[in-house]
């Protein structure tokens, strides 16, 4: 029997298209897993890291066919076994965590129901035992007060509870083998922490070998032992996680280093060019040609052999690629850009939007208010409070927290899609109404809203070019030609081509689309922009790419920009101020810099320490509980039952006061500055990222 736990050897996969021809979405790939090791599979959306994963478990799409190679499982070719073999592989000795805990688990099946669902049929448990196991795999994934917890339902549960109990239902067949796909994607900073120090310890007590796919190269770098990166269905690099991310030998390799935000570096990463090619376009030579600044014909012509690097000193690093001692004598890529359209604000800057003393509530309205106030149900405290801001023309405010924090919530009622329930907003000097609806319409374009997912917001069954004009005709006199030649432009503006005016939104990438999302805003000619989460769900090199984009419209517009987002080192790439909202209530602003150095509050200190940045073997410092609040206090901070600094009773009666850090850097806590400033310290340590070859190495410029 082999010694390895997996072994794929030459496995090229795809599947028959409408023309019969053989469309080819795994090429080639050789990959293997020792007992226990943690394997980190990256590469861009659409690369075949999901497909991959999938043909550990025997499964292929529909219409799915292995044209060559074979996957051994402790030695036993997956695809050769039989129906009644392979489930008895699948859940117990292979099990898969997905990306989205919600779509994976049963609605109207309780949690613990579902996990005595896995047990009875992989392990044969029942009653007592069975009962007893579902509570030990909860507590396992430290979920709080399991036996309440097993009772609900999955829509009672917050998403880092859903992940969890995803992972417990991976870990009920006692797997040898664990594969996650996108397990931490859309979870907020500190939830995200939380789940990856689970993994490394599920990991260490228990010796599940773990195959992690992921976009997040902090997240790989927090947990695998092994990093292994797929281009077009190829594997192109595989080696220890510290020898790849200190010297990636691989072009693609080091454009996916140089695409990541990092919390130690100010300005924007750089965006490569180009995208891969989708399934189908296979040509002669390496796939990574188009993009690759070190091609020649050499590599038009001929394909490069996965080979050893052979550097004296190092363990076993494979790289597929003609010119990789060209690219490591080379020197830079990745370096950081400032497109940003940076303001000095100070008091006499215009203010294009104010928002004073908002507060803003789901709470019951109209006749079921009074019902409930008539019954005696207390009232709420509002998802938003106190909530006070200004935005000035041209600049970046970004509003951070994790979910449930009120930032959406904000962005909807600047847009009029919420009212607010008290409190006032002024847009360019007048009284904008709480209803888009009651709002001039000559102030409609004005205010534009970029949502996370372009899928949900774009209209599926319109082409690109319906898309384009409704805002057109909508808030401007234009004839139909100058539409369509509008509409061209601003597909260049955003570097797409005219040529996409007659696709179909799933006829496009999740960067393409979220494109167009952008050109749609930028239509309208807006004076603010809301983005609402607008790079979560994009992988890194698209993220870049999306984030360069939206600076340099701002530079040529002077439109200013909401920026809503959990990702902090997003954040510190694009914003010139930042809020930090905990509860709807603001615990600190100001501006970028000031508020990514101590002093900073408790809050932004747990945010900030939970950061992946990308070094192998960091841990985040966890400084708050794992705790989901459900509304915040009555009284007091908001941030008094987590608060890993609170100094007493004062936390949990007075409200705490505004402290002034430095001009525009405001801090509401009890604690002194000075003592805030003494009890912290800087998080953010490029002397860190050297100390694992990243910032020291000149030659990289990584």
């Known amino acids: 029997m082999s010694q390895k736990l997996l072994e794929v050897e030459g496995l090229t996969t795809g599947f028959r298209a409408r023309a019969g021809q053989f469309v080819k979405v795994l090429r080639n790939v050789s990959l293997s897993m020792e007992r226990g090791e943690t394997l980190g599979l990256v590469g861009e959306s659409g690369c075949g890291k999901t497909t991959f994963g999938m043909t550990l478990l025997g499964h292929l799409r529909p219409g799915g066919q292995v044209l060559a190679g074979s996957v051994r499982f ?69 979920l709080p007060q399991v036996d309440e917890l097993a009772r609900r339902f999955p829509h009672e549960l917050s998403g880092g509870q859903l992940q969890r109990v995803a992972i417990a239902m991976g870990l009920a067949g006692e797997p040898e083998l664990l594969v996650l796909d996108e397990p931490t994607t859309g979870l907020d900073v500190t939830t995200q922490a939380h789940i990856l120090d689970l993994l490394r310890e599920i990991q260490e007590s228990t010796g599940t070998a773990m195959l992690y796919i992921s976009h997040d190269m902090g997240a790989i770098a927090r947990v695998c032992d092994r990093l292994a990166v797929m281009y077009a269905g190829e594997i192109i690099e595989d080696g220890a996680i510290d020898d790849v991310f200190a010297r990636p030998v691989h072009p693609y390799t080091r454009g996916l280093l140089g695409s990541v935000p990092r919390l130690s570096y100010a300005g924007l990463p750089q965006a490569m060019a180009g995208r891969p090619p989708a399934p189908g376009e296979d040509a002669v030579g390496c796939a990574f040609v188009p993009r690759c600044a070190f091609a020649d014909e050499t590599c038009k012509t001929s394909d490069p052999a996965l080979e050893p690097t052979n550097r004296a000193g190092t363990i076993r690093h494979l790289v597929q690629c003609h010119h990789w001692q060209r690219v490591v004598a080379s020197g830079a890529t990745g370096q950081v850009s400032d497109l940003k359209a940076r303001m000095e604000q100070d008091a006499e800057a215009e203010a294009l939007l104010e928002l004073t003393e908002v507060d803003i509530t789901y709470a019951k309205r109209g006749l079921a208010a009074l019902v409930a106030r008539w019954r005696g149900e207390p009232e709420p405290p509002a998802t938003v409070s106190g909530f006070t801001i200004t935005i000035h023309r041209g600049e970046t405010l970004a509003l951070v927290g994790e979910s449930g924090s009120g930032k959406s919530t904000i962005a909807r009622t600047i847009a009029g899609l919420l009212p607010p329930r008290d409190g006032r907003i002024d847009f360019a000097g007048q009284d904008l109404a709480s209803a888009v609806e009651s709002r001039p319409a000559e102030m409609h374009h004005r205010i534009q809203i970029i949502f996370q997912n372009p899928d949900a917001s774009l209209n599926p069954r319109h082409t690109v070019r319906q898309i384009l004009d409704a805002p057109l005709r909508l808030y401007f006199e234009m004839d139909v030609k100058g539409r369509l030649d509008r509409s061209g432009s601003l597909l260049e503006e955003v570097r797409l081509t005219p040529r996409y005016l007659e696709r179909h939104p799933g006829q496009m990438s999740g960067g393409e689309k979220q494109r167009v999302a952008v050109a749609r805003a930028f239509a309208a000619e807006p004076d603010l922009v809301l983005c609402d989460e607008v790079t979560s769900a994009l992988d890194v090199s698209v993220q870049a790419a999306v984030l360069e984009l939206l600076a340099g419209l701002q530079a040529d517009r002077g439109a200013a920009y909401l920026f809503i987002s959990h990702d902090l080192a997003v954040v510190r790439a694009i ?35 939970a950061v992946p940045e990308p070094v192998p073997g960091a841990r985040a410092q966890l400084l708050a509980k794992d705790v989901q609040e459900s509304e915040p206090p009555a009284r007091g901070c908001c941030f008094q039952r987590r608060c890993p600094r609170r100094i007493g009773s004062i936390c949990d009666d007075e409200t705490p006061p505004s402290q002034f850090a430095a001009d525009g850097h405001v801090i509401r806590c009890h604690i002194p500055l000075g003592e805030l400033r003494e009890s912290q310290v800087d998080l953010i340590r490029p002397a860190d990222v050297a100390t694992h070859g990243h910032a020291a190495d000149a030659r990289l410029g990584l």
């Open 74 to 142: 402790e030695g036993v070719d997956v695809f050769g076994l039989g129906p009644d073999e392979l489930a008895s592989i699948r859940g117990q000795r292979v099990a898969v965590i997905p990306q989205s805990a919600s779509s994976a688990l049963t609605p109207t099946m309780r949690v613990g129901e579902q996990i005595a669902e896995v047990l009875t049929l992989h392990l044969g448990l029942a009653g007592n035992e069975l009962q007893k196991r579902v509570l030990e795999l909860l507590s396992r994934v430290h």
């Open 575 to 609: 914003a010139d101020r930042v809020a930090v909202l905990y509860q709807g209530r603001i615990c600190e602003v100001g501006p970028v810099a000031d508020i990514y150095a101590p002093p900073y509050h408790p809050y932004t200190e747990t945010l900030l320490a």
